[in-house]
Nanobody, 124 residues
Framework: VQLVESGGGSVQAGGSLGLSCVAS????????RGWFRQAPGKEREGVAF????????TYADSAKGRFTIVLDKTKNTLYLEMKNLKLEDTAMYYC???????????????????WGQGTQVTVS
């Protein structure tokens, strides 16, 4: 499975930005899809996750009410819509996929087998 992100960039605080992640390869092997982010000097943290079979979603507390994760299975594309962005949202954002249920792997980057190259989001 290959994951390619796009959509990062610079935005002012309070603004909005959308990220995309196109998957290719044997995507049927991926059950949990999600977004992580990593700021300089910090650990990689989970932001939002979605179960590819049932569509159930999980969000980090920092993302609740501001971020929305969507999976378009017809396009094999995962989206992260972000609004009301804050300075602390500045990070490299990665999409990831795992074969296990989200309830098992959520928030643990070591349990995700597939990763994109990352896309930078800078809020100023």
């Amino acid at each position: 499975v290959q994951l390619v992100e796009s959509g990062g960039g610079s935005v002012q605080a309070g603004g909005s930005l959308g990220l995309s992640c196109v998957a290719s390869g044997y995507t049927l092997s991926t059950r949990c899809r999600g977004w992580f982010r990593q700021a300089p000097g910090k650990e990689r943290e989970g932001v939002a996750f979605i179960d590819s079979a049932y569509g159930s979603t999980t969000y980090a507390d920092s993302a609740k009410g501001r971020f929305t994760i969507v999976l378009d299975k017809t396009k094999n594309t995962l989206y992260l819509e972000m609004k009301n962005l804050k300075l602390e949202d500045t990070a490299m954002y990665y999409c990831a996929a795992a074969g296990a249920f989200c309830s098992v792997v959520t928030n643990d980057p070591y349990l995700f087998s597939y990763w994109g190259q990352g896309t930078q989001v800078t809020v100023s």
